[in-house]
Protein backbone atom coordinates (compact mmCIF):
# COMPACT_ATOMS: atom_id res chain seq x y z
CA UNK A 1 0.00 0.00 0.00
CA UNK A 2 2.97 2.28 0.66
CA UNK A 3 4.22 1.78 -2.57
CA UNK A 4 1.36 2.83 -4.62
CA UNK A 5 1.68 6.07 -6.46
CA UNK A 6 -1.17 8.40 -4.80
CA UNK A 7 -2.93 11.85 -5.64
CA UNK A 8 -3.69 13.87 -2.71
CA UNK A 9 -6.24 16.69 -2.51
CA UNK A 10 -7.19 17.86 0.50
CA UNK A 11 -4.05 18.39 2.78
CA UNK A 12 -4.14 21.95 5.25
CA UNK A 13 -0.37 22.36 5.36
CA UNK A 14 -0.89 23.89 8.73
CA UNK A 15 -2.55 20.69 10.07
CA UNK A 16 0.00 18.41 8.77
CA UNK A 17 2.89 19.54 10.92
CA UNK A 18 4.16 16.86 13.29
CA UNK A 19 3.37 17.37 16.80
CA UNK A 20 7.39 17.31 17.10
CA UNK A 21 7.70 20.14 14.95
CA UNK A 22 5.25 22.65 16.38
CA UNK A 23 6.80 21.39 20.11
CA UNK A 24 10.43 22.39 18.84
CA UNK A 25 9.71 25.73 17.27
CA UNK A 26 7.32 26.92 20.57
CA UNK A 27 10.35 25.96 22.88
CA UNK A 28 12.84 28.41 20.53
CA UNK A 29 10.10 30.90 20.42
CA UNK A 30 9.53 31.13 23.94
CA UNK A 31 5.79 30.09 23.58
CA UNK A 32 4.06 27.69 26.08
CA UNK A 33 1.55 24.86 24.37
CA UNK A 34 1.85 22.41 26.74
CA UNK A 35 -2.04 22.34 26.73
CA UNK A 36 -2.33 21.41 23.02
CA UNK A 37 -0.08 18.08 23.90
CA UNK A 38 -1.16 14.79 25.40
CA UNK A 39 1.35 13.34 27.53
CA UNK A 40 2.67 11.36 25.13
CA UNK A 41 3.55 13.85 22.53
CA UNK A 42 0.08 14.41 20.22
CA UNK A 43 -2.24 16.74 19.57
CA UNK A 44 -4.95 16.78 22.26
CA UNK A 45 -8.56 17.31 21.37
CA UNK A 46 -12.11 16.45 21.95
CA UNK A 47 -14.35 17.16 19.64
CA UNK A 48 -14.23 19.03 16.01
CA UNK A 49 -14.27 22.76 17.62
CA UNK A 50 -11.63 22.02 20.00
CA UNK A 51 -10.09 20.77 16.81
CA UNK A 52 -9.93 24.28 15.54
CA UNK A 53 -8.58 25.74 18.62
CA UNK A 54 -5.62 23.49 18.84
CA UNK A 55 -4.81 23.79 15.47
CA UNK A 56 -4.47 27.75 15.47
CA UNK A 57 -2.64 27.50 19.08
CA UNK A 58 -0.53 24.66 16.93
CA UNK A 59 -0.66 27.41 14.39
CA UNK A 60 0.89 30.45 16.07
CA UNK A 61 4.30 29.54 16.56
CA UNK A 62 4.29 29.86 13.03
CA UNK A 63 5.99 33.17 12.24
CA UNK A 64 8.15 33.62 9.41
CA UNK A 65 8.39 32.74 5.77
CA UNK A 66 11.28 30.64 6.86
CA UNK A 67 9.18 28.45 9.46
CA UNK A 68 6.63 27.68 6.16
CA UNK A 69 9.58 26.55 4.45
CA UNK A 70 10.39 23.97 7.07
CA UNK A 71 6.67 22.65 7.58
CA UNK A 72 6.63 22.37 3.33
CA UNK A 73 9.70 20.57 3.67
CA UNK A 74 8.76 18.28 6.34
CA UNK A 75 5.16 17.87 5.45
CA UNK A 76 6.70 16.73 1.34
CA UNK A 77 9.05 14.64 2.73
CA UNK A 78 6.42 12.42 4.69
CA UNK A 79 3.69 12.85 1.96
CA UNK A 80 6.26 11.69 -0.48
CA UNK A 81 7.75 8.38 1.81
CA UNK A 82 3.75 7.61 1.57
CA UNK A 83 3.99 7.32 -2.26
CA UNK A 84 2.12 10.86 -2.98
CA UNK A 85 3.65 11.70 -6.55
CA UNK A 86 0.74 15.13 -6.60
CA UNK A 87 -0.46 17.06 -3.81
CA UNK A 88 -2.45 20.18 -3.38
CA UNK A 89 -2.17 21.64 -0.10
CA UNK A 90 -4.38 24.74 1.59
CA UNK A 91 -2.82 27.53 2.18
CA UNK A 92 -4.08 30.71 4.42
CA UNK A 93 -2.63 34.01 4.09
CA UNK A 94 -5.18 34.52 7.44
CA UNK A 95 -1.90 32.79 9.11
CA UNK A 96 0.71 33.74 6.52
CA UNK A 97 1.19 37.31 7.22
CA UNK A 98 -2.39 38.16 8.29
CA UNK A 99 -4.19 38.38 5.14
CA UNK A 100 -1.89 41.25 3.89
CA UNK A 101 -0.31 40.54 0.16
CA UNK A 102 3.18 41.87 0.32
CA UNK A 103 3.71 39.71 3.33
CA UNK A 104 1.42 36.80 1.91
CA UNK A 105 3.98 36.79 -1.40
CA UNK A 106 6.96 36.37 0.53
CA UNK A 107 5.13 33.78 2.62
CA UNK A 108 4.52 32.24 -0.94
CA UNK A 109 7.62 32.23 -2.23
CA UNK A 110 9.40 30.22 0.69
CA UNK A 111 6.80 27.46 0.78
CA UNK A 112 7.19 27.29 -3.52
CA UNK A 113 10.89 27.06 -2.70
CA UNK A 114 10.37 24.67 -0.34
CA UNK A 115 8.07 22.69 -3.06
CA UNK A 116 10.63 22.82 -5.53
CA UNK A 117 13.15 21.08 -3.52
CA UNK A 118 11.23 18.41 -2.56
CA UNK A 119 10.00 17.86 -6.01
CA UNK A 120 13.94 17.75 -7.35
CA UNK A 121 14.83 15.90 -4.22
CA UNK A 122 11.71 13.43 -4.21
CA UNK A 123 9.63 14.03 -7.26
CA UNK A 124 6.73 14.65 -5.51
CA UNK A 125 4.61 17.66 -6.99
CA UNK A 126 2.69 20.43 -5.08
CA UNK A 127 0.10 23.19 -5.82
CA UNK A 128 -1.47 25.37 -3.62
CA UNK A 129 -5.39 26.50 -3.08
CA UNK A 130 -5.67 29.70 -0.77
CA UNK A 131 -8.56 28.91 2.15
CA UNK A 132 -10.38 31.19 3.56
CA UNK A 133 -11.35 30.32 7.51
CA UNK A 134 -14.83 30.52 7.40
CA UNK A 135 -15.23 31.28 11.25
CA UNK A 136 -13.10 34.65 10.86
CA UNK A 137 -15.86 35.74 8.64
CA UNK A 138 -16.95 37.66 5.19
CA UNK A 139 -14.46 40.13 5.98
CA UNK A 140 -11.36 38.66 6.45
CA UNK A 141 -12.26 36.33 3.56
CA UNK A 142 -11.95 39.10 1.28
CA UNK A 143 -8.06 39.55 2.10
CA UNK A 144 -7.55 36.28 1.56
CA UNK A 145 -9.04 36.63 -2.14
CA UNK A 146 -7.25 39.53 -2.37
CA UNK A 147 -3.87 37.43 -1.68
CA UNK A 148 -5.12 34.38 -3.38
CA UNK A 149 -6.17 36.98 -6.66
CA UNK A 150 -3.05 38.33 -6.63
CA UNK A 151 -0.63 35.18 -6.88
CA UNK A 152 -2.70 33.41 -9.18
CA UNK A 153 -1.19 31.22 -11.87
CA UNK A 154 0.30 27.91 -12.59
CA UNK A 155 1.68 27.10 -8.71
CA UNK A 156 -1.31 28.50 -7.05
CA UNK A 157 -4.22 27.45 -8.39
CA UNK A 158 -6.91 27.42 -6.58
CA UNK A 159 -9.15 29.24 -3.68
CA UNK A 160 -11.37 27.37 -1.20
CA UNK A 161 -12.69 27.59 2.35
CA UNK A 162 -12.50 25.95 5.82
CA UNK A 163 -13.12 26.43 9.06
CA UNK A 164 -16.33 26.04 11.09
CA UNK A 165 -19.43 25.01 8.75
CA UNK A 166 -22.04 25.94 11.31
CA UNK A 167 -20.90 29.40 10.95
CA UNK A 168 -22.80 31.88 8.79
CA UNK A 169 -23.76 30.55 5.25
CA UNK A 170 -21.48 30.33 1.83
CA UNK A 171 -23.42 32.81 0.48
CA UNK A 172 -22.20 35.30 2.73
CA UNK A 173 -18.21 34.36 0.83
CA UNK A 174 -19.65 34.80 -2.70
CA UNK A 175 -17.53 38.08 -3.11
CA UNK A 176 -14.32 36.64 -2.22
CA UNK A 177 -14.95 33.14 -4.09
CA UNK A 178 -16.25 35.77 -7.36
CA UNK A 179 -12.97 37.60 -7.74
CA UNK A 180 -10.92 33.92 -7.07
CA UNK A 181 -12.95 32.53 -10.36
CA UNK A 182 -12.03 35.82 -12.44
CA UNK A 183 -8.82 35.65 -11.35
CA UNK A 184 -8.72 32.22 -12.98
CA UNK A 185 -8.67 30.03 -9.36
CA UNK A 186 -10.45 26.80 -9.13
CA UNK A 187 -12.81 26.49 -6.75
CA UNK A 188 -13.82 24.40 -3.54
CA UNK A 189 -15.35 24.77 -0.56
CA UNK A 190 -15.47 22.63 2.69
CA UNK A 191 -19.05 21.67 2.88
CA UNK A 192 -20.94 18.25 4.03
CA UNK A 193 -18.90 17.54 7.20
CA UNK A 194 -20.56 19.45 9.67
CA UNK A 195 -23.62 21.19 7.66
CA UNK A 196 -25.64 18.28 6.58
CA UNK A 197 -27.00 17.93 2.98
CA UNK A 198 -28.00 21.47 2.45
CA UNK A 199 -24.63 23.02 3.16
CA UNK A 200 -23.80 20.85 -0.13
CA UNK A 201 -26.38 22.39 -1.95
CA UNK A 202 -25.29 25.73 -0.90
CA UNK A 203 -21.83 25.06 -2.41
CA UNK A 204 -23.38 23.85 -5.61
CA UNK A 205 -26.12 26.37 -5.79
CA UNK A 206 -24.17 29.64 -4.19
CA UNK A 207 -20.83 29.04 -4.99
CA UNK A 208 -20.79 27.07 -8.13
CA UNK A 209 -18.08 24.67 -6.73
CA UNK A 210 -16.24 21.76 -8.56
CA UNK A 211 -15.20 20.06 -6.07
CA UNK A 212 -16.41 19.81 -2.63
CA UNK A 213 -14.33 19.09 0.85
CA UNK A 214 -15.33 16.46 2.61
CA UNK A 215 -19.28 16.34 1.05
CA UNK A 216 -20.09 12.59 2.79
CA UNK A 217 -23.17 13.87 4.56
CA UNK A 218 -24.34 14.03 1.06
CA UNK A 219 -24.97 10.48 1.55
CA UNK A 220 -27.51 11.14 3.70
CA UNK A 221 -30.10 12.63 0.64
CA UNK A 222 -30.02 10.16 -2.02
CA UNK A 223 -31.57 12.96 -4.89
CA UNK A 224 -28.36 15.28 -4.07
CA UNK A 225 -25.93 11.66 -4.65
CA UNK A 226 -28.03 11.36 -8.01
CA UNK A 227 -27.15 15.53 -8.76
CA UNK A 228 -23.52 15.25 -7.36
CA UNK A 229 -22.91 11.74 -9.95
CA UNK A 230 -24.72 13.81 -12.80
CA UNK A 231 -22.73 16.53 -12.43
CA UNK A 232 -19.74 14.98 -11.98
CA UNK A 233 -18.65 16.72 -8.81
CA UNK A 234 -15.64 15.42 -7.06
CA UNK A 235 -15.58 15.13 -3.45
CA UNK A 236 -12.43 15.65 -1.57
CA UNK A 237 -12.93 12.42 1.02
CA UNK A 238 -11.08 12.15 3.98
CA UNK A 239 -12.06 9.29 5.62
CA UNK A 240 -9.87 9.09 8.58
CA UNK A 241 -10.58 12.49 9.67
CA UNK A 242 -14.04 11.79 10.01
CA UNK A 243 -13.84 8.86 11.95
CA UNK A 244 -11.18 10.48 14.23
CA UNK A 245 -13.57 13.53 14.47
CA UNK A 246 -16.77 11.09 15.16
CA UNK A 247 -18.72 11.79 12.28
CA UNK A 248 -19.16 8.21 11.90
CA UNK A 249 -17.97 5.22 14.74
CA UNK A 250 -15.96 3.18 12.39
CA UNK A 251 -14.80 2.92 8.88
CA UNK A 252 -17.33 -0.14 7.88
CA UNK A 253 -19.73 2.63 8.56
CA UNK A 254 -18.54 5.22 6.21
CA UNK A 255 -20.42 6.27 2.75
CA UNK A 256 -17.46 6.30 0.93
CA UNK A 257 -18.42 3.21 -0.33
CA UNK A 258 -21.78 3.79 -1.01
CA UNK A 259 -20.84 7.03 -2.75
CA UNK A 260 -18.53 5.82 -5.40
CA UNK A 261 -21.18 2.89 -6.16
CA UNK A 262 -23.48 5.37 -6.87
CA UNK A 263 -21.41 6.86 -9.62
CA UNK A 264 -20.02 9.74 -7.61
CA UNK A 265 -16.30 11.00 -7.95
CA UNK A 266 -14.53 10.37 -4.54
CA UNK A 267 -11.12 10.83 -3.78
CA UNK A 268 -9.06 10.01 -0.82
CA UNK A 269 -6.72 12.44 1.35
CA UNK A 270 -5.50 13.02 4.71
CA UNK A 271 -7.06 16.30 5.88
CA UNK A 272 -4.80 16.89 8.74
CA UNK A 273 -2.44 13.57 9.10
CA UNK A 274 -0.96 13.84 12.50
CA UNK A 275 -3.95 15.44 14.56
CA UNK A 276 -5.82 11.99 13.17
CA UNK A 277 -3.49 10.23 13.50
CA UNK A 278 -2.85 8.70 10.25
CA UNK A 279 -1.02 9.01 6.72
CA UNK A 280 -2.47 8.21 2.74
CA UNK A 281 -1.09 4.23 3.67
CA UNK A 282 -3.20 3.73 7.02
CA UNK A 283 -6.17 5.24 4.82
CA UNK A 284 -5.69 2.75 2.33
CA UNK A 285 -5.00 0.27 4.24
CA UNK A 286 -8.32 1.06 6.25
CA UNK A 287 -10.45 0.84 3.19
CA UNK A 288 -8.93 -2.22 2.05
CA UNK A 289 -9.75 -3.63 5.23
CA UNK A 290 -13.13 -2.25 5.37
CA UNK A 291 -14.32 -2.51 1.82
CA UNK A 292 -12.29 -5.37 0.17
CA UNK A 293 -10.56 -2.61 -1.52
CA UNK A 294 -8.02 -3.85 -4.39
CA UNK A 295 -4.80 -2.58 -5.91
CA UNK A 296 -7.14 -1.63 -9.03
CA UNK A 297 -9.43 0.24 -7.18
CA UNK A 298 -7.16 2.23 -5.19
CA UNK A 299 -5.29 2.93 -9.06
CA UNK A 300 -9.23 3.77 -9.95
CA UNK A 301 -9.12 6.50 -7.54
CA UNK A 302 -5.65 7.79 -8.25
CA UNK A 303 -6.75 8.61 -11.50
CA UNK A 304 -9.95 10.06 -10.66
CA UNK A 305 -7.98 12.41 -8.22
CA UNK A 306 -5.18 13.18 -11.25
CA UNK A 307 -8.23 14.07 -13.34
CA UNK A 308 -9.53 16.45 -10.95
CA UNK A 309 -6.55 18.23 -10.18
CA UNK A 310 -6.72 22.04 -10.41
CA UNK A 311 -3.13 22.03 -12.07
CA UNK A 312 -2.30 22.49 -15.76
CA UNK A 313 -2.96 20.25 -18.17
CA UNK A 314 0.37 19.74 -18.96
CA UNK A 315 1.35 18.48 -15.09
CA UNK A 316 -1.41 16.29 -15.20
CA UNK A 317 -0.77 14.61 -18.00
CA UNK A 318 2.91 13.74 -16.19
CA UNK A 319 0.36 12.97 -13.01
CA UNK A 320 -0.77 10.16 -15.09
CA UNK A 321 1.70 9.43 -16.73
CA UNK A 322 3.39 8.20 -13.51
CA UNK A 323 0.39 6.49 -12.65
CA UNK A 324 0.42 4.57 -15.77
CA UNK A 325 3.94 3.16 -15.12
CA UNK A 326 2.89 1.83 -12.35
N1 LIG B 1 -9.35 23.07 8.83
C1 LIG B 1 -8.47 22.10 8.97
N2 LIG B 1 -9.07 20.90 8.94
C2 LIG B 1 -10.39 21.12 8.77
C3 LIG B 1 -11.53 20.31 8.65
N3 LIG B 1 -11.46 18.98 8.72
N4 LIG B 1 -12.72 20.91 8.49
C4 LIG B 1 -12.80 22.23 8.44
N5 LIG B 1 -11.76 23.04 8.55
C5 LIG B 1 -10.56 22.50 8.70
ZN1 LIG C 1 -10.15 20.07 5.46
Known amino acids: MRDLPKVELHLHIEGAAPPAFIRDLAARKGVDLRGIFTADGRYRFRDFWQFLEVYEAATSVLK ?50 AADEAERRDGIVMRGIVTAVRHFGPDQARRTALCAAETAGDWLVGYGIGGDEKKGHLGDF ?36 ERIGHGVRAAEDPALVERLAAEG ?69 ARTAAEAAFCTPETRKAVLDRLERQ
Do not use: Q
Open 64 to 113: TPEDYHALTRAVLAESASHGVVYTEAFLSPDFCGGGDVGAWTEYLAAIRE
Open 233 to 301: VVLEVCPGSNIALGLYPDWSLHPIRALREAGVKVTISTDDPPFFGTDMTREYERLAAAFGWTEADFMDL
Open 174 to 209: RWSFDLAREAGLRITAHAGEWGGPESVREALDDIGV
